[in-house]
C-alpha cells in the first residue's frame, strides 16, 4: 500500500516552533515534487509550500514566508517544514503530497498522493 504519512504536529503556543516530517512507505517518492497544504476548520484547502525533486526549488504561500523553511532528504524520501513563528491562523490540519512526475505546483489538483494529515494548533 502506497502511503505518506505525516508526524510532528502538536500544540504549541504562539510564536513557537514545530517541524513537520512525511515520510513514504510502498513506494519511493524521491523523484516526485512535494507539496504541503493546510485546511483550518471550516476552511478550503490551501497551499503552503512546495519543492521541487532535488530540493533546489522551493515555493510558499505568502502568509508562511520568511516562517516557514521546506527542506527533504531524498536518501530517506522525506520532506519536512520547519515551522518557526507560529501564529493562531497557523492552527490546520496539515497535508503532504507527492506528484511523482516531478514537476512543482501550487494546485492541490497537481498532486496524486496525499497523507492523512498532521493537526497543528497554536494557542495565543
Known amino acids: 500500500q502506497v502511503q505518506l504519512v505525516e508526524s510532528g504536529g502538536g500544540l504549541v503556543q504562539a510564536g513557537g516552533s514545530l517541524r513537520l516530517s512525511c515520510a513514504a512507505s510502498?513506494?519511493?517518492?524521491?523523484?516526485?515534487?512535494k507539496g504541503w497544504f493546510r485546511q483550518a476548520p471550516g476552511k478550503a484547502r490551501e497551499f503552503v509550500a512546495a519543492?521541487?525533486?532535488?530540493?533546489?526549488?522551493?515555493y510558499y504561500e505568502d502568509s508562511v514566508k520568511g516562517r516557514f523553511t521546506v527542506s527533504r532528504d531524498n536518501a530517506k524520501d522525506t520532506v519536512a517544514p520547519q515551522m518557526n513563528s507560529l501564529k493562531p491562523e497557523d492552527t490546520a490540519v496539515y497535508y503532504c503530497a507527492a506528484d511523482p512526475s516531478g514537476l512543482v505546483a501550487t494546485d492541490e489538483s497537481a498532486y496524486d498522493y496525499w497523507g492523512q494529515g498532521t493537526q497543528v494548533t497554536v494557542s495565543s
Open positions: 510502498g513506494r519511493t517518492f524521491s523523484g516526485a515534487a
Open positions: 519543492i521541487s525533486r532535488d530540493g533546489g526549488r522551493t
